[in-house]
């Protein structure tokens, strides 16, 4: 079965200060992968998905950035954190049977 | 294009009292339907899902049944508990694999004692 490997857990920044956000996934070659964020109390907001290496749709604009150098590493990046970027980000990866596998996610504040 | 909606919570209910979930989605073709749960501080985990209508997916005393005539994926529970207290996301995957999952907004329910 697939495992979705994501960190840091939890994390504080500065506003102004930069961002990597990595999920790595087992058990599976090929996914579609995904990254999700959750303000608080709300639904899940898709920032970017990618079918492949170095293939990232941008579903939001934003001062966010993705990453996929490795058909099973997925990163989430910013150069200069806005108090809006707070909040909880989810890696998921889409499985054969349609079904989306989702890691532990990554609580972020920017202060 | 694709779209789930979803009924609007929070929903607050007695332990033991019965539950439904509204969710009815726009697509095209025959999309799979999945119920996700996520508990307090934690990532989703698949409740439960359906692949082809009339195919009704069940999990922890949790059911849905994929009608395609009303568009729909209602999720219904019996008899809830006080650990069901979380936010339950109707989901959508288009029958083709390089279209991404399209989730509802979630529901988030409460029971209490």
Request: charged share 15%; with cysteine.
């Amino acid at each position: 079965s697939q495992t979705i490997h994501q960190w840091p857990a939890t994390l504080v920044q500065p506003v102004g200060s930069p961002l990597s956000l990595e999920c790595t996934v087992e058990g599976t070659s090929n996914p579609n992968l995904y990254w999700y964020r959750q303000a608080a109390g709300r639904g899940l907001q898709l920032l970017f998905y990618s079918v492949g290496i170095g293939q990232i749709s941008s579903e939001v604009p934003q001062n966010l950035s993705a990453s996929r150098p490795q058909d099973r590493q997925f990163i989430l990046s910013s150069k200069k954190l806005l108090l809006s970027d707070s909040g909880f980000y989810l890696c998921s990866a889409h499985a054969g049977t349609g079904e989306l596998f989702f890691g532990e996610g990554s609580r972020l504040t920017v202060l | 294009g694709n779209s789930v909606t979803q009924m609007e919570g929070p929903v607050t209910l007695s332990e033991e009292a019965f539950l439904t979930i509204n969710c009815t989605y726009t697509a095209t073709g025959y999309p799979s339907l999945f119920w996700y749960v996520q508990y307090p501080g934690e990532g989703l985990q698949l409740l439960l899902k359906a692949t082809k209508a009339d195919d009704k997916g069940s999990n922890k005393g949790f059911e849905a049944t994929y009608r395609k005539e009303t568009t729909s994926f209602h999720l219904e529970k019996g008899s809830v508990q006080v650990s069901d207290s979380a936010v339950y996301f109707c989901a959508l995957s288009p029958e083709t694999s390089y279209d991404k999952v399209i989730f509802g907004p979630g529901t988030s329910l409460s029971v209490i004692p």
